[in-house]
């Protein structure tokens, strides 16, 4: 059964920052792409990014509403995806999941963790 | 950025109704589309890709159509563990975008 699941969450100050870790099994991790999204409470869906598979360079994108604060990486070895966020917004609050990609489709994300929540506040 | 809309929202039906719901893209999105279900304090699950495409396991009374910009997600006939809120996406540009959601809630 392919698994993910998201670790790392919790309270943080505005500006400060949280390293967010997504751990796999059930499949070759370093086959697929990563996807990350995030729900505001009460809110709907967000996409934030994704990270290809190193057989694409393991290059990546983001939304623009965290470009340049959010970076997405991987550890093949490991089978984990990290989300590290820096200079975090009370705007960045919410359930943040990770998700399987496909091989060469980045957009669907096919399998999801369960979520871990980030709450930045004072 | 492409901007996904849907409608209706809320929507209220019945057990064994027939429901569709709609999710219109600002430019075409050629096929590039995805409906997810979202049932409360779970994580969103796939239900169809590609606009048309059953994921494995989702029950064939779930069906998706559309292209370029017009899409439908259609339950045949509403079963009691399908009131929950689903969500369109696109993919065919990033930054990847959602639909605001559609609550299915009970008459």
């Known amino acids: 059964e392919e698994r993910l699941v998201e670790s790392g969450g919790g309270l943080v100050n505005p500006g400060r920052s949280l390293r967010l870790s997504c751990a796999t099994s059930g499949f070759t991790f370093g086959d697929y792409s990563v996807n990350w999204f995030r729900q505001a409470p009460g809110k709907g869906l967000e996409w934030v990014g994704f990270i290809r598979s190193k057989t694409h360079g393991a290059t990546t994108e983001y939304a623009a509403s965290v470009k340049g604060r959010f970076s997405i990486s991987r550890d093949d070895f490991k089978s984990v995806s990290y989300l590290q966020m820096t200079s975090l917004k009370t705007d960045d609050t919410g359930i943040y999941y990770c998700?399987?990609?496909?091989?060469?489709?980045?957009?669907?994300?096919?399998?999801w963790g369960p979520g871990t929540t980030v709450s930045v506040s004072s | 950025d492409i901007q996904m809309t849907q409608s209706p929202s809320p929507l209220s039906a019945s057990v064994g109704d027939r429901v569709t719901i709609t999710c219109q893209a600002s430019q075409g999105v050629r096929r590039y589309l995805n409906w997810y279900q979202q049932k409360p304090g779970k994580a969103p699950k796939l239900l169809i890709y590609d606009a048309s495409n059953l994921e494995t396991g989702v029950p064939s009374r779930f069906s998706g159509s559309g292209y370029g910009t017009d899409f439908t997600l259609t339950i045949s006939s509403l079963q009691p563990e399908d009131f929950a809120t689903y969500y369109c996406?696109?993919?065919?540009?990033?930054?990847?975008?959602f639909g605001q959601g559609t609550r299915l809630d009970f008459k």
């Open positions: 996406q696109q993919y065919d540009n990033v930054p990847y975008t």
């Open positions: 998700t399987r990609g496909g091989v060469t489709i980045f957009g669907v994300a096919w399998v």
